[in-house]
């Protein structure tokens, strides 16, 4: 499958490498705005043509796939003009940056006959998707409060700093914790229906509309209940989730250096139904897991779209997707209102 990529920054560097070196895929084209970025494209990716306006790469008509890793605010813009240029598109995180822009990108999708998948790669991992899989299988009864949470480092700014800049990310619960609001809604199976939201957060001193830190609790209507932080006020990068079922339970972590580490430390941990609990001394059975990672998950999500794509289906739908804005949207309401805050996914 030829294969487009727009945006060229660190992370569409890293989707470039992992395309070619995925059987079956082509990196044909790459567009990026940056002088700079163009010229290290070239030197590296010699058979793709670099292009400055993404639209050009949209027009060329032996590209079958487009893969768009742009700041958020673009995201949905572009997704629309790939669609309607007859490609399918993998598209970052998050999908828009508004509902409206989201219902867009719905309508775009049908009108178009194509397919669009998001970007949420966790999905895809061998520890937070083994999360779903045990869920599934019945191994902790029926799930009734999941928690995720990010200890981190400062953001990196992006090019030109649009990671700092709120008319370009949109905000920073949209750039990453909405990864933290996909997997609580698919581990709790909530699909639809209402919930309530609440939240606190600590502004960011150079950008007030950004938080820092931004803590938030969610009670759906089902009863079920989620808890997810995030603070980018931290060292290194750790990440965990937790699950509390009718049954049994499962904490699983994942700690690195930085979000790219290489060698990062993990476990998974889980107390099924009936197991011979015996406190202090046998409390969990240990999954090992072979590895886990974003630049893993980033290679698998690029090759099972690929598949995916060939048979006329997606990974994550823009519908999914658009829920975990919705709730990130509420989490920055209900902290700026000071608040609980309603809504209906």
Not at 185 to 193: H, I, R, V
Not at 249 to 276: C, H, L, V, Y
Request: glycine residues 8%; aromatic residues 6%.
């Amino acid at each position: 499958m030829r294969i487009g990529l727009i945006g060229y920054g660190a992370w569409g560097q890293q989707h470039a490498a992992a395309i070619e070196r995925l059987p079956g895929l082509e990196l044909a084209a790459i567009a990026t705005p940056s002088e700079g970025s163009r010229s290290m494209a070239s030197a590296r990716h010699g058979q793709a043509r670099v292009l400055a306006d993404y639209r050009d790469l949209l027009s060329l008509p032996d590209i079958e796939m487009v893969d768009i890793v742009a700041p958020n605010t673009l995201h949905a813009q572009m997704a629309e003009a790939a669609l309607a240029a007859g490609k399918h598109v993998l598209l970052e995180k998050p999908i828009g940056i508004s509902a409206a822009e989201c219902d867009r990108l719905i309508a775009a999708e049908v009108t178009s006959g194509k397919r669009l998948s998001a970007g949420h790669e966790l999905r895809l991992s061998s520890q937070w998707g083994l999360v779903q899989s045990e869920i599934a299988a019945g191994r902790i009864g029926e799930p009734r409060h999941v928690s995720v949470g990010l200890f981190r480092n400062a953001y990196r700014p992006g090019a030109s700093g649009w990671r700092t800049d709120p008319a370009r990310v949109g905000s920073w619960s949209l750039e990453e914790t909405v990864h933290f609001f996909d997997l609580a809604l698919w581990y709790l199976g909530e699909l639809s229906g209402s919930a309530m939201v609440q939240a606190v957060g600590t502004p960011n001193e150079n950008s007030p509309e950004l938080y820092e830190t931004l803590c938030t609790q969610i009670r759906f209507d089902s009863g079920r209940t989620a808890a997810i932080n995030h603070t980018t006020g931290g060292f290194g990068h750790t990440q965990w989730a937790e699950v509390i079922g009718s049954e049994g339970s499962i904490r699983t972590e994942w700690n690195g250096r930085m979000d790219r580490d290489e060698a990062p430390n993990f476990q998974f941990r889980i107390r099924p139904k009936n197991f011979p609990f015996e406190r202090g001394v046998n409390e969990f059975e240990e999954i090992v897991i072979a590895s886990s990672g974003e630049l893993v998950e980033l290679e698998r999500q690029l090759a099972l779209t690929a598949e995916a794509f060939r048979e006329s289906r997606t990974l994550v739908s823009a519908k999914e997707a658009r829920k975990s804005v919705i709730l990130c949207l509420a989490a920055e309401e209900a902290v700026t209102m000071q608040q609980p805050v309603s809504v209906t996914l």
